[in-house]
């Protein structure tokens, strides 16, 4: 039986934190490693482009989405692993898409919406901010997924809208032209935590209080120690179901330690010792993809060697299907 292709995307818009890494990264190499699918990784530098525009930025933001996934383990061999940008199928396809989509379907688009809400409200031009790469975000991620004949597209909640995009400008091209593209389903890891951030609030980075992942061992404590707590005095028994400190320790100890953490909180461990003990657990875990991360970061013709290996494999699977697209819709006599 042929394997499901599981693809997904991450844009270059920020640095990689923890919220990321549990949430997105660490469940995609839990099901790379099944055996069960074909994975499909990119990095989608293209979609990164519509907030970031400052070219060294872009630059190192790129090449750290693809040092970050390389250091936590993702095997190339195993996983078809490229940079958008190498593909040129997916700009083609995109613009073919674009002509099946029909226009209210992007300005119903979540993203686009919240800018022009809030435009509204302040009472500026509704499209200021927006540029047209951001209004049709969700078609270039159509084509991402559609030209890959993706089964499954592993997302975070707030790409949802997106994955049903792709489904609907598939179904409007099958209708049109025949049973062309699978139409793909989105999967939402509903038991990934919400990872709090060092407010409390859930961490992103749009509220500035992340934990970066590759930060140096000082700097990771230094972000320890500043994770808000509430004022329960060492000694009292503490809800290790309602502290940020330990949600965060469960995502890098093992069964063992975990149990272990637990019962020290029904002892009254003192928030300053949880601390101590959550950096110990992280940075034992970060240590070496930190160095690994390092090193590629240093040595960016070692990453560009590994994403053009990644593009050819997936440029041979991209050009057949657009080969027949372009078929359907009359390109060639
Ligand atoms: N839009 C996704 C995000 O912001 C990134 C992305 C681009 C993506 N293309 C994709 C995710 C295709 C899954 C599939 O997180």
Same mark, same amino acid.
């Given at each position: ?141 159509? !084509? &991402?997924?559609? =030209? %890959? ?8 909640? #707030? $790409? +949802? ?79 290790? !179901? &309602?502290?940020? =400190? %330990? ?8 069964? #063992? $330690? +975990? ?75």
């Amino acid at each position: 039986m042929l394997k499901k292709v599981v693809l997904t995307g991450i844009k270059p818009t920020g640095r990689v934190h923890i919220g990321n890494y549990i949430a997105a990264i660490k469940p995609a190499l839990q099901l790379a490693q099944t055996q069960d699918y074909n994975p499909v990784y990119f990095i989608a530098d293209y979609h990164g482009l519509t907030f970031i525009q400052n070219k060294e930025e872009f630059n190192h933001l790129s090449y750290g989405i693809a040092a970050t996934w390389l250091a936590l383990g993702l095997d190339p061999d195993r996983v078809t692993f490229y940079r958008q940008s190498d593909v040129p199928e997916i700009f083609e396809l995109s613009w073919i898409l674009a002509c099946a989509t029909p226009k209210g379907l992007m300005n119903r688009a979540h993203a686009y919406k919240a800018i022009v809400d809030k435009n509204e409200q302040t009472g500026v031009d509704p499209d200021i901010g927006v540029n047209m790469g951001l209004y049709t975000y969700p078609i270039l991620m159509a !084509s &991402d997924i559609l =030209l %890959f004949q993706s089964d499954i597209v592993p997302v975070g909640k #707030d $790409q +949802i809208q997106h994955v049903e995009i792709a489904r609907d400008i598939a179904g409007s091209f099958n209708r049109t032209y025949g049973s062309t593209f699978k139409l793909p389903e989105y999967k939402v890891d509903e038991h990934t935590a919400v990872i709090p951030g060092l407010d409390g609030r859930k961490m992103s980075k749009s509220y500035n209080n992340t934990i970066p992942l590759f930060e140096p061992a000082e700097t990771l404590k230094n972000l320890i120690n500043h994770i808000k707590t509430d004022s329960t005095p060492p000694g009292e028994p503490k809800s290790p !179901s &309602d502290s940020s =400190l %330990f949600l965060i320790y469960k995502e890098f100890a093992n069964s #063992d $330690q +975990i149990n272990k953490m637990r019962e020290k909180y029904q002892h009254g461990i003192g928030w300053g010792e949880a601390k101590k003990e959550l950096f110990l657990v992280m940075n034992s875990f970060l240590e070496e993809p930190r160095k690994k991360y390092n090193e590629l970061m240093a040595a960016p013709e070692r990453i560009d060697e590994i994403l053009s290996k990644g593009a050819e494999r997936a440029r041979a699977l991209a050009i057949p299907l657009l080969e027949e697209v372009k078929i359907k819709i009359g390109r060639y006599r």
